[in-house]
């Protein structure tokens, strides 16, 4: 059974990117000069027409709200059951140690704030593409070095040459 949740979280955290990836490229459209929109990676399909439509709207949504907000939060309820009941914390470290191993204690959770950092990129890639890249790059930018003062005030990691390298 716990191999089992080993094998499991290694194969979701491998996978997680792409799905998420390719969860949000659905909505990723591009106006071109004639004013249709079309799929950015696929520029024979129109966007909101016919099976673009069904597929945004039900494997888009899905894989967004599933991989991008409910399994990082089941991750975290589990991580902070587990770190807050001394009795599973050995078992927290067998089972999500691929999550938890090289971060201080208190910062047991860091890994999703990471896995969060690099939604809001891909959101601002695909949601935002609609604005100048200029724009994007600079909103982009400014969240980066937002999330690089957090990280520098926290130091999570309890090798600092990994704190210094983020």
Not at 23 to 50: K, N, P
Not at 65 to 82: D, R, T
Request: one cysteine or more; hydrophobic letters at 50%.
């Amino acid at each position: 059974k716990r191999e089992f949740k080993i094998v499991f979280v290694v194969i979701t955290y491998a996978a997680y990117p792409d799905i998420l990836r390719r969860s949000m490229s659905l909505f990723g459209c591009q106006t071109l000069t004639d004013g249709a929109e079309y799929l950015r990676a696929d520029y024979e399909i129109s966007c909101w027409e016919g099976n673009h439509m069904l597929f945004a709207l039900t494997v888009g949504v899905f894989g967004i709200v599933i991989w991008g907000i409910c399994l990082p939060l089941v991750a975290y309820l589990l991580l902070n059951f587990g770190h807050k009941n001394s009795a599973t914390q050995g078992d927290l470290r067998a089972n999500y140690g691929y999550l938890i191993n090289g971060y201080h204690d208190k910062y047991y959770y860091w890994e999703l704030v990471l896995t969060y950092r690099k939604i809001v990129i891909a959101f601002i890639a695909v949601f935002l593409s609609g604005i100048s890249p200029g724009v994007q790059a600079l909103l982009a930018v400014m969240f980066l070095l937002m999330c690089l003062y957090v990280h520098l005030i926290n130091r999570p990691f309890v090798d600092n040459t990994l704190n210094n390298l983020e």
